[in-house]
């Protein structure tokens, strides 16, 4: 009899993993990397960097999945992991950034298409891209707190766990960071 791995709970394979089950840590991966893409996609603001770190990110895990501490839920482990490869990233980025004087080339420079589409469309895409700058030009403290908010809807005692930090400070965090995207988005109306 096999033990079906679906209907164990993130400790128990957590549990499985660290005894050498690698089928265990697969279905934690499994249950986890869209929550993880989505983290540090909005966090790094590039889709290939941001598969690069997730894989990065599970990479870590796995390696030091004796250091899980079941009393806490694993998606709060994972996103730590995750938010600490976004800041080794992005401190690489300015130690590269330093040195080369480069811009890097975004992606979406390249993939941009001169086709004229809808107005609404094209306002949209104007307003979303504004977003994303506005949030990749703050503070890290204040993007981490709004993305995790926001944008991954977590509680703020998640939230407060993730960044470890108390839940007072991820409030104000988080009224700072609506605060300056809402300034910054009222300049661009103006």
């Given amino acids: 009899m096999t033990l079906d791995l679906s209907r164990c709970d993130d400790r128990e394979l957590a549990s499985l993993a660290v005894a050498g089950q690698q089928q265990a840590f697969k279905e934690l991966v499994g249950r986890h990397k869209s929550a993880v893409f989505r983290l540090i996609r909005n966090n790094v603001g590039d889709t290939d960097e941001a598969l690069d770190l997730v894989q990065e990110s599970f990479v870590s895990a796995f390696s030091a999945i004796n250091r899980y501490d079941p009393a806490r839920p694993f998606r709060v482990w994972i996103s730590r992991i995750a938010l600490n490869k976004c800041r080794d990233w992005g401190r690489r980025r300015a130690v590269r950034s330093f040195f080369w004087l480069a811009k890097p080339i975004d992606a979406d420079d390249i993939l941009e ?78």
């Avoid at 298409?113 to 403290?141: I, Y």
């Avoid at 707190?145 to 944008?151: A, C």
């Avoid at 104000?172 to 300034?183: E, H, P, S, V």
């Fill in 113 to 190: 298409s001169d086709a004229p589409g809808p107005v609404r469309e094209a306002e949209s895409r104007a307003e979303l891209k504004l977003v994303r700058r506005a949030m990749m030009d703050m503070p890290t403290p204040l993007r981490e707190v709004l993305t995790l908010r926001t944008i991954e809807e977590l509680t703020q005692t998640e939230t407060a766990a993730i960044l470890g930090i108390s839940e007072k400070a991820v409030e104000t965090r988080l009224y700072r960071a609506r605060a300056r995207l809402k300034g910054v988005l009222g300049e661009a109306e103006a």
